[in-house]
Nanobody, 129 residues
Framework: QVQLVESGGGLVQAAGSLRLSCAAS????????MGWFRQAPGKEREFVAT??????????YYADSVKGRFAISRDNNKNTVYLQMNSLKPEDTAVYYC????????????????????WGQGTQVTVSS
């Protein structure tokens, strides 16, 4: 079992920044994929970013809508993954979820929420105009 706890959400004005954290506990794996998804009211959950580490190398992938504005990173010592969100827009308003997969997801798989086995409870991000 893997437990995920998100934090760092809140209310911010457009063009502002927030950093989300996802602390993982439980089973550990030599390599895996962790991602961020978001869900706005009345919309489906959508992929935001994924970080994969395998063989000592790190790979990051982003949705086109956040590329250049968001950055995903990890701190192995703290078992924590971060999502730095800059130049926020009102359309970024959503509940943000952290997700974990023990597999090395391919670029074709990482946007599929069903490929992730564990999820956090979500943290609300609200961007005012």
């Amino acid at each position: 079992q893997v437990q995920l706890v998100e934090s760092g959400g809140g209310l911010v004005q457009a063009a502002g920044s927030l950093r989300l954290s996802c602390a993982a506990s439980g089973r550990t794996f030599s390599g895996y994929s962790m991602g961020w998804f978001r869900q706005a009211p009345g919309k489906e959950r959508e992929f935001v970013a994924t970080i994969i580490w395998r063989g000592g190398r790190i790979y990051t992938y982003y949705a086109d809508s956040v590329k250049g504005r968001f950055a995903i990173s990890r701190d192995n010592n703290k078992n924590t993954v971060y999502l730095q969100m800059n130049s926020l827009k009102p359309e970024d308003t959503a509940v943000y979820y952290c997700a974990f997969s023990p597999a090395f997801l391919t670029p074709q798989q990482m946007g599929n929420s069903q490929m992730y086995n564990y999820w956090g409870q979500g943290t609300q991000v609200t961007v005012s105009s």
